[in-house]
Each structure stands twice: as C-alpha cells, then as structure tokens.
C-alpha cells in the first residue's frame, strides 16, 4: 500500500485521489491533502515538497473549523501595534520542520493585508502582524488551515516559561559545580596525597593556581544565587539561610585566593566547590518538587466560553467577547455549550448540569423565568437567556474568591517555622564570630580557618537535603503507583491526618450513572425491558442515557422520539407508543401505575400505551477500592466524614453501603468549609478530597488536599496532590507512604543534628580543618541521600502496604 505523498498517511485502494508534482503523479489519501497540495502548488510554493524533511500534518479538520467560526471575536487576543497593526501568536503544532516553517511564511506573506509573518520553529509558534482595515484573523487562520496547518492563539505562558528558565538555569549552575568539584578536587589530591616534604614549591604553586582556575566559575556564576539571596534579605533586614552559606564560600574563596598568591597557608578551592555543589543538589531535588506539574496548569478561562452568541433587538445573533456582555442583553445558548454568563431563562426549556457549582452531575431542569449559573452546561435544547452577572460578578467568580482567600490563610506552624528559621541563622553567625574573636586571641593564624570550620560544619546542607531527598524518593513511587504531590508540604500533612472529608458524586462514586436493579412487569422479560429502554435512549446525550450504551436496543424502528426535560422519553416503537421516565410521569402518560421500592437510585418505568413494562434502578457508580480504602483509612486511625452538595437521603444510603458513620448532604460550599473550620477549631488536622469546582473553598483552605484525577481542572490546581488511579485505595497507601516517609525525614534530622551538634565543638576546638568539615559535610549529605533512598526500596513498599493491611 503506498503512502499519501502529502501527510504519509496509507493510501487506501482505489483513492482517486492525486496531484502531479515536478511531472510526476503522486498518490494521497483523501481530498483534504489534495486541496491542500493543490493549493501548495497554485501558490507558486512547490519548492515546500523539496525541502520538507518529514511528511505534511493532515489538515485540521473540526477544531479548525470551530475556531473559524470564533476567529472575528477571537480578534480581541491581538495586541495594537505602533503603526495601527494588530499581532497575535498563533501556536501552530504541525510545524515540524525548516521546509513547514519556510511554507507557513511564504502562504502568509502571500495573503492581502498581512504585514509581517515569522514562524519560530523550537516553539512551534507563528507571529503574524496584520493591518485590520484590509483582513482579520480569520483570513489569517484560513490561509494556514488551506495549506495544512491547524493554529490556534497562543495564551499566556509567561509562567510556565519562567519555570522552565528558573529550571534549566539551576541545572547548569549544578553542572558547573559538579565540574568544578571533580576537577579542583584532582588538583588537590597531588597535594593530599605528596610525602611529608610535599611537591615542591613550582608544582604546589600550579597546582594552587589549577584550583583557582576551576573554583572561580563555581564561585563567580554557581554559587551566584547564594550571594543574591543573603545580598537580598540583607537589605530587608532579615538573615535568611543563604547567609552564612555564602559567608563561608566567599572566605573560603578569599582566604585560599590569598593563600595561592602569598604562597602562605592552605587553600580549600575543592572543599568549596564540594560545599556549593551539594547545597545546589538539594535546591534542585526541591525546584523539581515544586515544578513536577506546573507545565499544564490551566486557569479560569478554561471553564468559561471565550465568546457567546449576542441576540440583537431583531433576532439575529451576533458572536461577541463574552467580557463585551451587558446585564439585561440576550444571549442564545445552544444545546451542550457552557453558559456563559449568569442570568434567567426567557424562552426555552433544557436540563443544565450544575456540577461545577454543586458537584452533582445529575442535570436539573430549568424552565422560563428559572435561574442558571456561569459555567454550567446546558442539555439538549437551546436557551434564551437574560444576562445578569458576568466575569468576576458571577456565582462562579463568589466560589472561586472565597478559595482564593482561605488559600491565602498561613497556618501558625508555617509562621512559626519562619521566625525559628531566622533565629538559627542569627546564631550560626554569632558562634562563628565567638570562635573566630576566641581564636584571634589565643592564636591569630588559625582564627580565620576556625571560623571557616566552624560555618562549614554548621551550615544545614544535611538538614537542607533532609526533607527534599526523602519527598522526591516518595513523591516519585507515589507518582508512578497513580498519586500525584503538587506540593512539598503534602506528605508531612498526610502523615499526621486525623479526620478525612470527603465528597460523594465524582469522588467516592465516577459520577457514571449504572444499571443497579431490573423489575419487569409480569409476563415481560428482564432482556425485553432493557432492550426497550435501550432503543428509547440510544443517541439521547445525558448521562441516564450512557447507562445503557452496553445493553442491546429493540429491533423495532424508533419514530417520533420526544425529550421532556424532568420527566423522560416517549416515541414509537414498532407501531406503538412506548414511554421512559419518572413514574409520576409515566402514569400521566399512560395511566399505568408501578410500584416501587424506596432506596439510594433513580427509578425509571418503562411502559407502553397497551400496559406497563417494568422499572429499572440506575445509581451512580462506585469507584473502585472505594469501601476498602474507607475501611483502611479507618484502620489507620483517620475519621471519615462524607459531605455532599447531593441530596442527604442519597448521601446517607451511600454513607451506610460504605461504613461511614458521619455524613452530610445538601450543603453549599460555605457549610463544607464551615465544617472544616469546626474541625480545625477542635485541632484536628485534617485531608479533604473533591473533585468539583464547589469543593473548591474546602480545598484550598485544608491542610492538605487531594483531588482525583476526573476533578475539573481548576479542582487540580487548587489541590496540594491529585489521585491520578481510579482505584480509591491511593489515598490510603499515600498515607501509609507519608508516614515512612516521616520516619526516614526524622531519621535524617536526627543524624544530621547528631553531627552537627559533635563536629560543631569539634571545629570550634580547632579539632576539624576546613577540608575535614567539607567532608564530613557531604559524607553527612551522602548518608541522608542513601538513608532517603530506602523509600524507593520494593521491600519498604511492601511493608508499608502489609502495615496498612494488618492494622
């Protein structure tokens, strides 16, 4: 089968399609690439095909398309020039290549009112600057869509980009340092290593001047950070713990610089070097913490329509910027879009889901003259709306300032841990000062290198590596068995957790209505009454319809099929009316009664004008592991507490199916948090897990937080982890995780405090030279690193889990 000579796509057989190139008949695949090297070619640019050194991307199909019909309102992302022009930059994922890049500009060039286009290959973006009175953005987008090429406007990324700078710069101040170590560290060993008579003064003299050549660079550019963050808390009149560190790097700097011009005294340019790049290893073990998952964080403007269909005084609608939007217009909300904008139905009836404010995926009906919220999806059927609120007015924007706030509340013992931070600092400096002054007078020609020792062995690169080591060994096991850590602070809290609150619909449950119980009439068959059922509800969007994508519909052609919000679905079925729906409706429909149990669930009857079928049971599913990992977090000493914005009867049948004792339902995000704050208040430290946006204010106010992996995005974001695995039992190994994790971290503190409480005496006796206190620095650093490491051990996750099992 040969290839599209377009996209390299397989040709299939007997596609008519082709395009002679350089006079020779090529294949491909459909009419898209067709048009598209037809129109290549018309452009006077078949040089592309030449220089191209990987097949074209197919051409943009739906999403291309949807953005066109956006593309005037879209105009609003461009920003004004000097000269009157507009520019946007434009993400364009098909750039592949020189020979892409190179068509992209010359099909842009070639387009009317197109003032300047320049792709930048590495980025995959494409910067076009256009005069407004001659075209748009919309001409822009079909001049690349004709020539292959999907684009869409590039939003902000100014933080991600920062990131990755913050990132990639720390790296390779770690790489000069750890050249630096390696290679002062040979120029020194001649001398450790040279009789008692040493080298010689010509060789000792280079190799003192070696070691300033490679200490230098690890000095000067390096351990540059170190002397910006003291410099920087220096002028804000706080010691920060980068000052003693860069006190004893620059005179141990200074003191061998003059040591190797004087050729008087020893130099310590490998134990500096050392110094600088154990303490870079441990900030960059914490910058890939904190950075693990910032790359795709997403705002708000993910949950709202960039625009929305304005309708004017004579009906027509017009697509607009959703922020040009004034209380009391009209906006049309067609069926499945997200509404816009807060406001009241005048004309139409739908049912809208409401999930990002409730957390309840069940849609409700809403009907002229009812209200809807900004952020809800609407159903099948379209709405007229009056606007009411729109951008930081809306319910919506409420939920999202109140997380915004409870976020912005510091617990005690993170403020508690900045003062004590600043303390130590104080002190460190001062006992170095002591023994300097003690030594100067005792003996003047050892009080520098004393001092030296003295903030050598008590600078807290142990105590830095301690906790980060620990967290990136665990977070990494935690990632790969499904659990997420967006934040340092995350396995500390879950080790101490007391009491779990925790959400029903999307969290305990997938939010995915299933078939519980089938109730046939009498004479009808279980297969019959779901097969019916199934016909009446194929092709309908709604998750009552998505219980029964796996069920075998009727034979019987289906006519006339009617959806009534609320109530349910009536059409013919084989010559006959059959209905699907709430039983009050259903015997309004057809006069048929069916009785019917209470329970947790929604009940649906079935029944045609003739008789009644039978009822089926739907309720929602239940994530896997879920009753297990209630019963483990249970055993490990954590209070479960359910609470819902679902209905109470609904969230109390779930909460005795799982073993909950205590459980809530119907509450609005302020009772949920006004619960936490009632646990908190008692001193309990408490984990919240939701995935709605609803749950939000609870969330982000927690001491730690996790959201599952179905959560909205903005749920994700605000969360301190997320539970990547559909099996609920991730939370409860995490905690078992955390709590190893906590003994290793006490372990290295333990250690780290041991010797610095022996070596610091030790070096203030003049016991331990410089090079002596560097290493036993990084051999201290070493053994937390390996002690760390035990939590990446198969044998230490298995215990962990026979902990949890057993308990």
């Given at each position: 089968?040969?290839d599209?000579?377009?996209?390299g796509q397989?040709?299939p057989a007997?596609s008519?399609?082709?395009?002679?190139?350089?006079?020779?008949?090529?294949p491909?695949?459909c009419?898209?690439?067709?048009?598209?090297a037809?129109?290549?070619?018309?452009?006077?640019?078949?040089?592309?095909?030449?220089?191209?050194?990987?097949?074209?991307?197919?051409?943009?199909?739906?999403?291309q398309a949807?953005?066109l019909?956006?593309?005037?309102?879209?105009?609003?992302?461009a920003v004004?020039?000097?000269?009157g022009?507009l520019?946007?930059e434009l993400?364009?994922?098909?750039?592949?290549?020189?020979?892409c890049?190179?068509l992209?500009?010359?099909r842009?060039?070639?387009?009317?009112?197109v003032?300047?286009?320049?792709a930048n290959?590495?980025?995959?973006?494409?910067?076009?600057?256009?005069?407004?009175?001659?075209t748009g953005?919309?001409?822009?987008?079909?001049?690349?869509?004709?020539?292959g090429?999907a684009?869409?406007p590039a939003?902000a990324?100014?933080?991600?980009?920062?990131?990755?700078?913050?990132?990639?710069?720390?790296l390779?101040?770690?790489?000069?340092?750890?050249?630096?170590?390696?290679?002062?560290?040979?120029?020194?060993?001649g001398?450790?290593?040279?009789?008692p008579?040493?080298?010689?003064?010509?060789?000792?003299g280079?190799?003192r001047l070696a070691g300033?050549?490679?200490?230098?660079?690890?000095?000067?550019f390096?351990?540059?950070?170190?002397f910006?963050?003291?410099?920087?808390?220096?002028?804000a009149?706080?010691?920060?713990?980068?000052l003693?560190?860069?006190l004893?790097?620059?005179?141990?700097?200074v003191?061998?610089?003059?040591?190797?011009?004087?050729?008087?005294g020893?130099?310590y340019?490998?134990?500096?070097?050392m110094?600088t790049?154990?303490?870079?290893?441990?900030?960059f073990?914490?910058l890939?913490l904190?950075?693990?998952?910032?790359?795709?964080?997403e705002?708000l403007?993910?949950?709202?329509?960039?625009?929305?269909?304005?309708l004017?005084?004579?009906?027509?609608?017009?697509r607009?910027?959703?922020?040009?939007?004034s209380p009391?217009?009209?906006?049309l909300?067609?069926?499945?879009?997200?509404i816009?904008?807060?406001?009241?139905?005048?004309?139409?009836?739908?049912e809208?889901?409401?999930a990002?404010?409730?957390g309840?995926e069940r849609?409700?009906?809403?009907?002229?003259?009812?209200?809807?919220?900004?952020?809800?999806?609407?159903?099948?059927?379209?709405l007229?709306?009056e606007?009411?609120?729109t951008?930081?007015?809306?319910?919506?924007a409420?939920?999202l300032d109140?997380a915004a706030?409870?976020a912005?509340?510091?617990?005690p013992l993170?403020l508690?841990?900045?003062?004590?931070?600043?303390r130590f600092?104080?002190?460190?400096?001062?006992?170095?000062?002591g023994?300097?002054?003690?030594?100067w007078?005792?003996e003047?020609?050892?009080?520098?290198w004393?001092a030296?020792?003295?903030l050598?062995?008590?600078?807290?690169?142990?105590?830095s590596?301690?906790?980060p080591?620990?967290?990136?060994?665990?977070t990494g096991?935690?990632r790969?068995?499904?659990?997420?850590?967006?934040?340092g602070?995350?396995?500390?809290?879950l080790?101490g957790?007391?009491?779990?609150?925790?959400?029903?619909?999307?969290?305990?449950?997938?939010?995915r209505?299933?078939?519980?119980?089938?109730r046939?009439?009498?004479?009808?068959?279980?297969?019959?009454?779901?097969?019916?059922?199934?016909?009446?509800?194929r092709?309908?969007d709604?998750?009552?319809?998505?219980?029964?994508?796996g069920?075998a519909?009727?034979a019987?052609?289906?006519?006339g099929?009617?959806?009534?919000?609320?109530?349910g679905?009536?059409?013919v079925?084989?010559?006959?009316w059959?209905?699907?729906?709430a039983?009050?409706?259903?015997?309004?429909?057809?006069?048929?009664?069916?009785?019917l149990?209470?329970?947790d669930?929604?009940?649906?009857?079935?029944?045609?004008?003739a008789?009644?079928?039978?009822?089926?049971?739907?309720?929602?599913r239940?994530r896997?592991g879920?009753?297990?990992?209630?019963?483990?977090?249970?055993?490990q000493?954590?209070?479960?507490?359910?609470v819902?914005?679902?209905r109470?009867?609904?969230?109390?049948?779930?909460?005795?199916?799982?073993g909950?004792r205590?459980?809530?339902?119907g509450?609005?995000?302020?009772?949920?948090l006004q619960?936490?704050?009632?646990c908190?208040a008692?001193?309990?430290?408490?984990l919240?897990?939701?995935?709605?946006?609803?749950?939000?204010?609870?969330?982000a106010?927690?001491?730690?937080?996790v959201a599952?992996?179905a959560?909205?995005?903005?749920?994700r974001?605000?969360a301190?982890a997320?539970?990547?695995?559909?099996?609920?039992?991730?939370?409860?190994r995490?905690v078992?995780?955390?709590r190893?994790?906590r003994r290793v971290?006490?372990?290295?503190?333990?250690?780290?405090?041991?010797?610095?409480?022996?070596?610091l005496?030790?070096?203030?006796?003049?016991?331990?030279?410089?090079?002596?206190a560097?290493?036993?620095m990084?051999?201290?650093?070493l053994l937390?690193?390996?002690n760390a490491?035990?939590?990446?051990n198969?044998?230490?996750?298995?215990?962990?889990?026979w902990k949890?099992?057993t308990?």
């Amino acid at each position: 089968m040969a290839d599209c000579f377009h996209c390299g796509q397989p040709v299939p057989a007997g596609s008519p399609y082709q395009v002679v190139v350089a006079g020779v008949l090529r294949p491909l695949c459909c009419a898209g690439c067709q048009a598209v090297a037809e129109t290549i070619l018309e452009g006077g640019l078949e040089a592309f095909y030449r220089r191209r050194t990987a097949p074209a991307p197919p051409p943009p199909e739906r999403v291309q398309a949807a953005l066109l019909e956006e593309a005037d309102a879209l105009e609003d992302l461009a920003v004004p020039c000097a000269d009157g022009s507009l520019a946007v930059e434009l993400a364009v994922p098909g750039l592949h290549c020189a020979a892409c890049a190179w068509l992209v500009e010359r099909r842009l060039a070639a387009e009317q009112g197109v003032v300047e286009a320049s792709a930048n290959l590495g980025a995959r973006r494409v910067r076009v600057r256009w005069d407004p009175g001659r075209t748009g953005l919309g001409a822009v987008l079909r001049a690349l869509a004709q020539v292959g090429y999907a684009a869409v406007p590039a939003r902000a990324a100014e933080e991600e980009r920062a990131l990755a700078r913050e990132s990639r710069d720390l790296l390779t101040r770690l790489g000069v340092a750890g050249i630096g170590m390696m290679q002062a560290g040979l120029a020194a060993l001649g001398g450790y290593l040279a009789p008692p008579g040493g080298v010689g003064a010509p060789w000792e003299g280079l190799l003192r001047l070696a070691g300033l050549a490679v200490a230098t660079p690890v000095v000067g550019f390096a351990a540059a950070p170190f002397f910006r963050n003291a410099w920087r808390g220096l002028r804000a009149g706080r010691a920060g713990m980068d000052l003693p560190v860069a006190l004893a790097i620059a005179l141990a700097y200074v003191a061998s610089l003059h040591a190797t011009l004087t050729g008087r005294g020893e130099t310590y340019f490998d134990s500096l070097a050392m110094f600088t790049f154990f303490l870079l290893l441990g900030r960059f073990l914490e910058l890939r913490l904190r950075h693990r998952n910032a790359r795709e964080a997403e705002g708000l403007s993910s949950l709202l329509p960039a625009t929305a269909l304005r309708l004017g005084p004579d009906g027509c609608s017009e697509r607009v910027p959703v922020a040009r939007l004034s209380p009391g217009e009209r906006v049309l909300v067609p069926g499945g879009a997200v509404i816009p904008c807060d406001g009241r139905i005048l004309c139409g009836a739908s049912e809208v889901v409401e999930a990002v404010l409730t957390g309840e995926e069940r849609p409700a009906v809403r009907r002229p003259g009812d209200l809807v919220r900004a952020g809800t999806l609407n159903g099948p059927n379209p709405l007229e709306v009056e606007v009411a609120a729109t951008g930081g007015r809306t319910r919506l924007a409420q939920v999202l300032d109140l997380a915004a706030r409870a976020a912005a509340e510091r617990p005690p013992l993170a403020l508690l841990a900045d003062r004590l931070a600043g303390r130590f600092v104080v002190a460190v400096l001062l006992a170095a000062a002591g023994v300097f002054a003690a030594w100067w007078l005792v003996e003047p020609e050892r009080a520098l290198w004393v001092a030296l020792s003295v903030l050598v062995v008590s600078c807290p690169c142990a105590l830095s590596l301690a906790t980060p080591a620990a967290l990136a060994v665990a977070t990494g096991g935690l990632r790969r068995r499904g659990f997420l850590v967006r934040r340092g602070h995350v396995l500390e809290a879950l080790a101490g957790v007391q009491r779990l609150l925790i959400d029903k619909t999307g969290t305990l449950t997938l939010g995915r209505m299933a078939i519980a119980e089938v109730r046939p009439a009498a004479g009808v068959s279980e297969e019959r009454l779901l097969a019916v059922a199934a016909a009446l509800e194929r092709g309908v969007d709604h998750p009552i319809a998505r219980a029964f994508e796996g069920v075998a519909a009727a034979a019987e052609p289906v006519d006339g099929r009617r959806v009534l919000p609320g109530r349910g679905i009536e059409a013919v079925l084989g010559g006959e009316w059959v209905a699907c729906g709430a039983a009050s409706w259903v015997e309004e429909r057809f006069g048929h009664r069916f009785a019917l149990p209470d329970g947790d669930g929604t009940w649906l009857v079935v029944a045609s004008a003739a008789s009644p079928l039978g009822a089926v049971r739907l309720r929602d599913r239940l994530r896997p592991g879920a009753a297990a990992a209630v019963a483990e977090l249970s055993a490990q000493g954590i209070a479960v507490e359910l609470v819902s914005g679902d209905r109470p009867e609904a969230v109390a049948a779930l909460a005795a199916r799982l073993g909950i004792r205590r459980a809530a339902g119907g509450l609005r995000p302020e009772d949920k948090l006004q619960r936490l704050e009632d646990c908190l208040a008692r001193g309990e430290r408490v984990l919240a897990v939701g995935d709605g946006i609803n749950d939000l204010p609870l969330l982000a106010r927690a001491p730690v937080s996790v959201a599952v992996g179905a959560a909205a995005d903005l749920t994700r974001l605000t969360a301190d982890a997320v539970l990547l695995a559909e099996d609920l039992r991730g939370l409860s190994r995490a905690v078992a995780q955390a709590r190893a994790t906590r003994r290793v971290i006490r372990q290295n503190l333990s250690w780290a405090l041991l010797y610095n409480g022996l070596a610091l005496p030790a070096a203030a006796l003049g016991l331990v030279p410089p090079w002596a206190a560097a290493l036993g620095m990084s051999a201290s650093s070493l053994l937390v690193v390996a002690n760390a490491l035990r939590l990446a051990n198969p044998v230490e996750r298995e215990a962990v889990r026979w902990k949890v099992s057993t308990c």
